[in-house]
């Protein structure tokens, strides 16, 4: 199983940034797809969440409002749109999966078995 997460970059606030998860190796095409963040120093935040196939979609409180969760349903991969960016988005943003959970237990990241390398968002 891999992720591959593209799509950051350097943005001014206010802008905004498609972040791109695509999954290959998953053995079902319903499984549970989080995006989470990190800042150095701090514990990984996961922001949204996905059961791909069609399945339901899930945001922080803090995000919701800019975050936009999508999915390709010919393939395996997940979307990130993110708007009004603003200075404290920059982190390195993961995705991760798995397909032995509750996807309504995303918030609980360790119990994701795969993750991606992560994708840098710095805005200023």
């Known amino acids: 199983v891999q992720l591959v997460e593209s799509g950051g970059g350097s943005v001014q606030a206010g802008g905004s940034l498609r972040l791109f998860c695509e999954v290959s190796g998953a053995p079902y095409t319903k499984i549970c797809v989080a995006w989470a963040r990190q800042v150095p120093g701090k514990e990984r935040e996961g922001v949204a969440a996905?059961?791909?196939?069609?399945?339901?979609?899930y945001y922080s409180d803090s995000v919701k409002d800019r975050f936009t969760i999508s999915e390709d349903n010919a393939k395996i991969t997940v979307y990130l749109q993110i708007h009004s960016l603003k200075p404290e988005d920059t982190a390195v943003y993961y995705c991760?999966?798995?397909?032995?959970?509750?996807?309504?237990?995303?918030?609980?990241?360790?119990?994701?078995?795969?993750w991606g390398q992560g994708t840098q968002v710095t805005v200023s």
């Open positions: 991760a999966a798995d397909w032995q959970m509750n996807c309504g237990n995303w918030r609980e990241l360790d119990r994701f078995t795969y």
């Open positions: 996905i059961r791909t196939g069609g399945g339901a979609k």
